[in-house]
């Protein structure tokens, strides 16, 4: 089904709504009331809707005490907007998304945008990976070299079921079958948002499956503190609490080695600028699209009661600290943006307009895992090992 068939059917399921009352962010919620299930026709190398398994779609609205608002949609787990006070008390949104549901879908534009990646965060190099003397081949969606965040149908262009929705949390549960873009196994994972009255988001992923798999998730969310998301991310201020991070080749898969920051463009330990060193010609960033595209080795090894990162915007005075029980952070700068996307308010997001900041096992572990310094990275699941992630944001104004 192509594009123009695919609108059809959405209007088809999607009955005429009445205006719902929008949200602090902007958003008519009805705007996101739709059905829909996406597929990938491989033959014809294209995204197509599923007529067939289409599942109810909404946007749901956390918000606490504060009156901080968090507004997230099932398709795909995303996080559409995050209302916060700026230094002077006004709310502003600082998550980069679109106004409307249809914009995320994959044949108008293919975006990771506030997403719920699964089963594979980041990249797997050559689409392939052997466990007990078995070789596992997997999609090359990333310039054919690599599996990125799932495969072609990955689990940011999937409908989650909501198992619970108040006003402070949201639950939303994913079954992906065996054979899921060819990963063995059958996965039960959940994804838990916890807006808290101390205005933290809080995101718990849990998995189970009833086979040796692999499962690493994260969220995906573009973060712009600086109150107008017409702005860059250049004078933003990011500490990273890492002293290694992992070098990559031209495709962004690790080499293996752990290599020390300092010295480096990717030492972040004292908060500077994230743009620092953006335009200089510095060959690991040019590689990438001008910026940052790489995994940093946390110093906190699990510990989820030490700040992994923090972000800072002067402008608006807004501070975001990170925590996580993950051993490594993805830190992407939307280095490919490129004033083409439409988003909210009709905003056009440039390049280094936000940055992601994903808690993860490091890139490509189910080949790598096993190697010095990548024993955290272990990605393997079975009905023995359950998967457990803990992803903390915390909002406040910077002192």
Not at 285 to 298: P, R
Request: hydrophobic letters at 30%.
């Amino acid at each position: 089904m192509g594009s123009a068939a695919a609108v059809a059917f959405l209007c088809a399921c999607n009955p005429a709504q009445k205006s719902a009352s929008l949200t602090k962010s902007g958003i008519n919620p009805a705007d996101y009331d739709t059905c829909i299930a996406v597929a990938y026709d491989a033959e014809a190398g294209k995204f197509v809707a599923d007529t067939e398994n289409a599942q109810d779609v909404k946007l749901y609205t956390l918000t606490n005490k504060n009156g901080m608002e968090v507004c997230i949609t099932n398709f795909g787990g995303r996080i559409v907007s995050i209302m916060v006070p700026d230094k002077d008390g006004k709310f502003v949104d600082v998550a980069c998304g679109f106004d409307k549901v249809e914009n995320y879908f994959p044949w108008n534009y293919e975006t990771d945008f506030g997403c719920s990646v699964g089963r594979y965060a980041n990249r797997i190099n050559n689409g392939e990976y052997t466990y007990d003397g078995k070789t596992v081949t997997l999609p090359k969606n990333n310039n054919g070299v690599a599996c990125l965040h799932g495969g072609y149908t990955g689990w940011q262009y999937q409908v989650y079921d909501v198992l619970e929705a108040t006003d402070q949390k949201l639950v939303i549960q994913r079954t992906s079958p065996d054979g899921d873009n060819q990963f063995p196994g059958t996965v039960e994972a959940t994804v838990t948002f916890t807006l808290t009255d101390d205005n933290a988001i809080v995101i718990d992923y849990n998995g189970v499956a009833d086979a040796p798999t692999v499962l690493n998730m994260t969220n995906h969310t573009y973060f712009n503190l600086s109150g107008d998301l017409n702005n860059t991310i250049d004078e933003s201020i990011l500490m990273v609490n890492a002293d290694n991070y992992t070098p990559g080749d031209d495709n962004l898969i690790p080499t293996g080695e752990i290599r020390p920051v300092e010295g480096t463009v990717f030492d972040f330990r004292q908060p500077k600028a994230i743009g620092t060193d953006f335009g200089k010609n510095n060959p690991e960033l040019e590689s990438v699209g001008g910026g940052y595209d790489h995994n940093w080795c946390l110093n906190t090894k699990g510990n989820k009661k030490e700040i992994a990162v923090t972000l800072m915007d002067p402008r608006s005075g807004i501070k975001m600290d990170m925590y996580t029980n993950e051993p490594g952070v993805q830190c992407y700068t939307a280095n490919f943006q490129d004033g083409t996307r439409p988003g909210k308010g009709g905003i056009m997001y440039q390049k280094h307009c936000a940055i992601c900041l994903e808690s993860q096992k490091y890139p490509d572990s189910p080949n790598k895992y096993t190697m010095p310094g990548w024993e955290l990275s272990d990605p393997f699941i079975s009905p023995e090992k359950e998967y457990k992630s803990y992803c903390k944001y915390v909002f406040s104004i910077a002192e």
